[in-house]
């Protein structure tokens, strides 16, 4: 089963995806939008069908005090109109300080800060989708 993982930012849209047995995450782009959410949704669909998956894990970021605000609430909208036009569940994953670790990460290995720009979104995706897979692998041995 393979797995989307979507960071949803203001102008950029990270990506990562899961290997076919649905245990690890990988960055795959980013996606440049400037707020073209039509375009964006066409983008991923066609990600969803050129890479056979089963389940889009959409990142959810909710304040530190568990409340849903602004870009929370762009999450939710972006969710729907996923649901809208893709065949396969659209899921939302809390993705509280995933940027922060997706920088931290990247300061960490080296990564110039030209080059961070670039790659932080899909990180941040990456971790997005690993930490969903590593819940649903828990769930799954229960």
């Known amino acids: 089963m393979r797995y989307?993982?979507?960071?949803?930012g203001s102008r950029t849209l990270g990506?990562?995806?899961s290997d076919p047995t649905g245990l690890f995450a990988s960055s795959y782009t980013v996606i440049h939008h400037d707020e073209e959410y039509d375009r964006l949704l066409h983008e991923v669909k066609k990600l969803v069908q050129e890479l056979?998956?089963?389940?889009?894990?959409?990142?959810?970021?909710?304040?530190?005090?568990?409340t849903v605000g602004p870009k929370g609430e762009l999450s939710l909208e972006f969710q729907k109109?996923?649901?809208?036009?893709?065949?396969?569940?659209?899921?939302?994953?809390?993705e509280r300080l995933t940027t922060k670790s997706a920088?931290?990460?990247l300061i960490e290995g080296n990564v110039s800060r030209k080059n961070r720009k670039k790659v932080v979104d899909s990180v941040a995706a990456t971790i997005i989708l690993q930490s969903y897979l590593d819940r649903r692998n828990v769930n799954?041995?229960?």
């Open 52 to 66: 056979k998956i089963e389940t889009v894990v959409l990142g959810f970021p909710k304040n530190m005090n568990n």
């Open 4 to 8: 989307l993982g979507l960071d949803l």
């Open 140 to 142: 799954e041995k229960k």
């Open 81 to 94: 109109k996923l649901e809208g036009v893709l065949s396969v569940p659209v899921v939302l994953q809390d």
């Open 103 to 105: 920088h931290d990460m």
């Open 15 to 17: 990506v990562a995806v």
